[in-house]
Nanobody, 118 residues
Framework: QVQLVESGGGLVQPGGSLRLSCAASRSIFSIAVMGWYRQAPGKQRELVAE??????TNYADSVRGRFTISGDNKNTVYLQMNSLKPEDTAVYYC?????????????WGQGTQVTVSS
């Protein structure tokens, strides 16, 4: 199992930046994939960015070039968000995927609100 605690959300003006943090209860190298998802009101939860234990990254088209996912080589994953737009407003959730043989289990944080507005 793994517990995830997010921090860093808030209110920011369009064009601004925020950095989200996700602290895991175990080493991120023991977690197959860690990622950030978001859910806006009335919309489905969607993948924003993810990083594998080997360091490979993947981004949604809507954030590529503006957001960067990274890890601290211990137990924390970050999402640096630049050039924020109003459409980035959502609750952002940290996710981890633990693998055990052929099985993958998802764990989620409690979510942190990001609001982009002038």
């Amino acid at each position: 199992q793994v517990q995830l605690v997010e921090s860093g959300g808030g209110l920011v003006q369009p064009g601004g930046s925020l950095r989200l943090s996700c602290a895991a209860s175990r080493s991120i190298f023991s977690i197959a994939v860690m990622g950030w998802y978001r859910q806006a009101p009335g919309k489905q939860r969607e993948l924003v960015a993810e990083i594998t234990s080997g360091g490979r990254t993947n981004y949604a088209d809507s954030v590529r070039g503006r957001f960067t996912i990274s890890g601290d080589n211990k137990n924390t994953v970050y999402l640096q968000m630049n050039s924020l737009k109003p459409e980035d407003t959502a609750v952002y959730y940290c996710n981890s995927k633990l693998q055990s043989g052929p099985f993958t289990t998802d764990y989620w944080g409690q979510g942190t609100q990001v609001t982009v507005s002038s």
